[in-house]
């Protein structure tokens, strides 16, 4: 038996940098550097995880949908452990949407052959979580998404997902896709043997053609939806900062008073889960 | 008037407050139709009704307990074929968010998440979000089919504006995929009185600085005065102070209440990514040099273990 592992991994720009947004209404790039997204790193665990507690023959592509520098990503999840990459890169893609990314995903997982499917619970930069289960709904296969524990045995997927109101266990036959949270276990460094080892695994590279997905299909021009503004912040205007002198407390209740958090008949305080 | 179909969040027919906020929004687009499934939807009908909603399309299933996410997904288009909505809106919890995505890849729409607002402008609908830790705001639209946008709470007050909320039996038969994933056991998540983090109109905070577990017993009390939820930055949250269900930050929850109060935290980009669109934000912290100074409308310099009890206490006095 083998078991063949796709991590959909993505190339970020640094949170901690200052990001801001091209002419073009999409993430300028040469502004700010660039890493494999944190929340990624725990998608290359649990698979280098389920590889290891297996008795299978384990074999884990991580993959990518991005720029040139996006193999840096790559190159960082092959040193965590991962065997081989694919990079499916093509100018064409600049400023693909979620709903565009998940299409060259899926073709390209379709392509390299999976029985499952591991990605972070969200990007770092875009942040909005649906990338894994939109790829799950293009591939037809079921979702066992935003797990916090995760194994394979005996052809299926289970896992324990958090909610907000519930804590579920989850079961899915392979093939599947599964996402998972920062809480599934903490990502290892990358040994200096690893990071030797990486420069000497193959990295594949393939761009729309390869993938039979045409270029008005992604892109900026394809996308479903555009962002018509993009505004920075104002910065926030000076607060008050005062320094505790024993009074402390007590001027910041003031202020609360005056903004009228304190008077509960002003504060409608929502009851959990309910009206 | 153009129809706008609603995707309702409740627990056993408790109406969850992000769906009634949504009825607000929908309104300012055209008539709001709630799309109620599972255990208790009926039930949704009085409140649903009471914030807007002209009909409520209600279905009742075992499968959408027992499977995750599809068969919400094959109801939703089910609603959506029967209805032909000028826009569909889902509550941006982690759940709505998938049911929306994979709706709006169905139907061959674009989808926007996160919206912290909604406005019709020369007949378009525009979706406003908060992006790069909320350094900047976003206008997007969708330019394929019908816009599907989940919204994320507190971005609308709740009204009152009753209307018909006709119960409707919705017609569902579900696809191939519904029963992929199966939920083999569930347990409800402890109830500890507090309001829910996400929902919360006042958050109450712990960093590094509440240095402990059993300290965060004066985070708690601050936060039971004003009848807040407690969140804890990352810091404190990885050293096993308080469970990962209140971490607020870029990894955790994203909070936009009405006051944040952040004690001993001192607003890293991790942190301020999760609070950062928070109307009014207070800070509590012995470093005078603490990044969350930039944030903040009020700051108090100095040590949390005399500010936060000695503030508890002036709350509730207050209060009488």
Known sequence: ?275 | MAEVLIFVDHVDGAVRKPTLELLTLARRIGDPVAVALGNGAADTQAALAEHGAVKVLTHEAAEYADYLVVPKVDALQAAYEAVSPAAVLVPSSAEGKEIAARLALRIKSGVITDAVDLEVADGTLVATQSVFAASYTTKSTVMTGTPVITVKPNSAAVESAPAAGAVEALTVSFSEQATGTKVTSRTPRESTGRPDLTEAAIVVSGGRGVNGADNFAIIEALADSLGAAVGASRAAVDAGWYPHSNQVGQTGKSVSPQLYIASGISGAIQHRAGMQTSKTIVAINKDAEAPIFDLVDYGIVGDLFDVVPALTDEVKARKG
């Open chain 1, 1 to 275: 038996m083998s078991l063949r592992i796709v991590v959909t991994v993505k190339y970020v720009p640094d949170a901690t940098g200052d990001r801001h947004f091209a002419d073009d209404l999409t993430l300028d790039r040469d502004d700010v550097d660039g890493l494999l997204s944190e929340l990624d790193e725990y998608a290359v665990e649990q698979a280098l995880q389920i590889s290891e507690n297996s008795d299978d023959d384990v074999e884990i592509t991580v993959l990518t949908v991005g720029p040139e520098d996006a193999r840096d990503a790559l190159r960082k999840a092959l040193s965590m452990g991962a065997d081989k990459a694919i990079h499916v890169e093509d100018d064409d893609l600049h400023g693909t949407d979620a709903i565009g990314t998940s299409l060259a995903l899926a073709k390209a997982i379709e392509k390299a052959g999976y029985d499952l499917v591991i990605s972070g619970m969200a990007s770092t930069d875009g942040a909005a979580g649906i990338v894994p289960a939109l790829v799950a709904e293009r591939l037809g296969v079921p979702q066992v998404t935003l797990l916090s524990e995760v194994a394979v045995a005996d052809g299926k997927v289970t896992g324990r997902r958090d909610g907000d109101t519930a804590s579920e266990q989850l079961e899915a036959q392979l093939p599947a896709v599964v996402s998972v949270t920062d809480q599934s276990g903490e990502a290892r460094y990358p040994s200096f043997k690893g990071i030797m080892a990486a420069k000497k695994k193959p990295v594949e590279s393939w761009d729309l053609d390869d993938l039979d997905i045409e270029a008005e299909q992604v892109g900026l021009a394809g996308a479903w939806t555009k962002v018509a503004s993009a505004d920075e912040r104002p910065a926030r205007t000076a607060g008050t900062i005062v320094k505790d002198e024993g009074e402390g407390a007590k001027q910041l209740a003031e202020f609360l008073a005056g903004q009228k958090f304190i008077c509960t008949s002003h504060v409608p305080v929502p009851r959990p889960n309910s009206l």
